[in-house]
């Protein structure tokens, strides 16, 4: 009975259409991947009901690491998958980071046109222990990412374009897991 009672309380939740389930607006949040995996400490499925999201990053040390010959795969710092959570290797748009040449470069990176077509571009770089902010903002046939003074833009297909976005997580990847554990702080704007 509990497990049904939970089940309609996630369907009504899932239908409600213009609330979000994100409450942690401009609190500073670590998120830690542990050494071994992919994913990083985080609530799943919550979402947010707009078209620009903004936040805050900042890491620390531990964004260093060498996986050798996978050393220029992207990992996710953060973004959004358009509509649903399943749409994340469909139609999303997420922030991207890799230690590269002795830096720590970030990139617009996004799933534009339903096939699992995806781009990247770089946006610039970040020092360790820098605070910096972003912003994605999904237009009909577009993301927007702005990053410290430069905007770059990604043409996505007008098919598919929600208001709700499924918050995306830090993620390290690519193939190979964390070789560490990598903790990235991030703060979401309203």
Same mark, same amino acid.
């Given at each position: 009975?509990?497990?049904?009672?939970?089940?309609? !309380?996630?369907?009504?939740?899932?239908?409600?259409?213009?609330?979000? @389930?994100?409450?942690?607006?401009?609190?500073?949040?670590?998120?830690?991947?542990?050494?071994?995996?992919?994913?990083?400490? &985080?609530?799943?499925? #919550?979402? @947010?009901?707009?078209? #620009?999201?903004?936040?805050? !990053?900042?890491?620390?040390?531990?964004?260093?690491?060498?996986?050798?010959?996978?050393?220029?795969?992207?990992?996710?710092?953060?973004?959004?998958?358009?509509? $649903?959570?399943? &749409?994340?290797?469909?139609? $999303? /748009?997420?922030?991207?980071?890799?230690? !590269?040449?002795?830096?720590?470069?970030?990139?617009?990176?996004?799933?534009?046109?339903?096939?699992?077509?995806?781009?990247?571009?770089?946006? /610039?770089? %970040?020092? %360790?222990?820098?605070?910096? *902010? =972003? $912003?994605? *903002?999904?237009?009909?046939?577009?993301?927007?990412?702005?990053?410290? /003074?430069?905007?770059?833009?990604?043409?996505? $297909?007008?098919?598919?374009?929600?208001?709700?976005?499924?918050?995306?997580?830090?993620? !390290? =990847? =690519?193939? @190979?897991?964390?070789?560490?554990? @990598?903790? %990235?702080?991030?703060?979401?704007?309203?």
């Amino acid at each position: 009975m509990r497990a049904v009672s939970l089940t309609v !309380f996630i369907c009504v939740l899932l239908t409600l259409p213009s609330c979000s @389930v994100y409450s942690d607006f401009g609190e500073e949040i670590a998120y830690t991947i542990r050494e071994g995996n992919h994913y990083s400490t &985080h609530d799943f499925f #919550t979402y @947010v009901d707009t078209d #620009t999201m903004r936040f805050a !990053f900042r890491f620390d040390e531990s964004a260093r690491y060498d996986i050798g010959s996978e050393q220029s795969d992207i990992n996710k710092l953060f973004g959004f998958a358009e509509g $649903s959570a399943d &749409h994340i290797h469909t139609y $999303s /748009g997420r922030f991207g980071w890799r230690w !590269f040449n002795d830096s720590l470069e970030i990139l617009a990176y996004a799933y534009t046109d339903g096939s699992g077509t995806r781009e990247s571009v770089l946006l /610039g770089t %970040v020092e %360790v222990g820098e605070t910096a *902010e =972003g $912003s994605i *903002e999904s237009k009909e046939d577009r993301y927007i990412f702005r990053y410290k /003074g430069k905007e770059e833009e990604i043409l996505k $297909s007008p098919a598919y374009h929600a208001k709700r976005k499924y918050l995306s997580y830090p993620y !390290f =990847g =690519g193939n @190979v897991p964390a070789p560490h554990d @990598v903790t %990235v702080w991030v703060t979401l704007f309203e």
